[in-house]
């Protein structure tokens, strides 16, 4: 169909569907090499519908005509007080950051502040974020929510792709996609802004060097991500 190359996944382990996959493949390839452009016309197949497998039984939907594909935006009062305390603890422009900059500095020579500060730290942050204790946080970059409890796939940077009408396809017609409820949260174009600000416009894999280590510290002493921002 054009393509240099496919990624395949999700087989069920069937030898006999396996074997009608590559013979589909073979019809195909057998066409196409005869027929210039011929993929044009296997297009039709992928329209206007999904497959999945739940339970052991294959599901076929009809995808949604989406004339706006990007999610209406709802005021959350956890969301506007999140940013508040986080532009207080955690904002080079807020007055409080230079006393906090000090307390992070002393607190990281002393092992024992430093644990009680990570289980702190972890306490709450279980309690309203299911946090995953990993010490490179990225709750802000998400509107608060954590990627690496609530994505099914843990990814930092972008949805995955293989998402449809808004949910994720580990649990589809189940859960929404992260990063659907990720832009619902705050306005889309802010939303994108925090995504397009970082050094590289992505965000670095998770540093596990910082398992279990408090990010509140980490942020101050420009570990993980945070060493990358201004």
């Known amino acids: 169909m054009g393509f240099k190359g496919v990624h395949l996944c999700g087989f069920p382990n069937n030898w006999n569907i396996l074997l009608k996959y590559f013979d589909r493949y073979e019809y195909y390839n057998s066409l196409c090499s005869t027929k210039e452009n011929f993929f044009e016309e296997l297009l039709s197949e992928f329209d206007d519908k999904v497959i999945y497998e739940d339970n052991g039984k294959f599901i076929q939907r009809t995808l949604s005509n989406i004339k706006d594909p ?52 972890y306490f709450i942050k279980k309690l309203l974020f299911r946090c995953q204790e990993c010490g490179d946080c990225t709750l802000w970059n998400f509107n608060y929510l954590c990627p690496q409890s609530q994505c099914a796939k843990g990814l930092l940077n972008g949805i995955c792709g293989g998402s449809f009408d808004g949910y994720c396809e580990v649990y589809p017609y189940k859960k929404e996609c992260f990063y659907v409820r990720v832009l619902k949260k705050s306005s889309v174009k802010k939303t994108l802004t925090k995504f397009l600000i970082q050094p590289h416009s992505y965000l670095p894999p998770r540093d596990w060097a910082l398992y279990k280590t408090s990010s509140w510290l980490n942020f101050y002493l420009k570990k993980g991500h945070f060493k990358y921002e201004d």
Do not use: D, M, V
């Open 70 to 121: 990007l999610p209406k935006t709802s005021f959350s009062f956890s969301y506007f007080l999140n940013e508040l305390i986080h532009y207080l603890f955690f904002s080079k422009n807020s007055f409080l950051y230079p006393l906090f900059l000090k307390i992070a500095q002393f607190c990281n020579k002393k092992e024992f502040l430093s644990r009680l500060i990570a289980k702190s730290e």
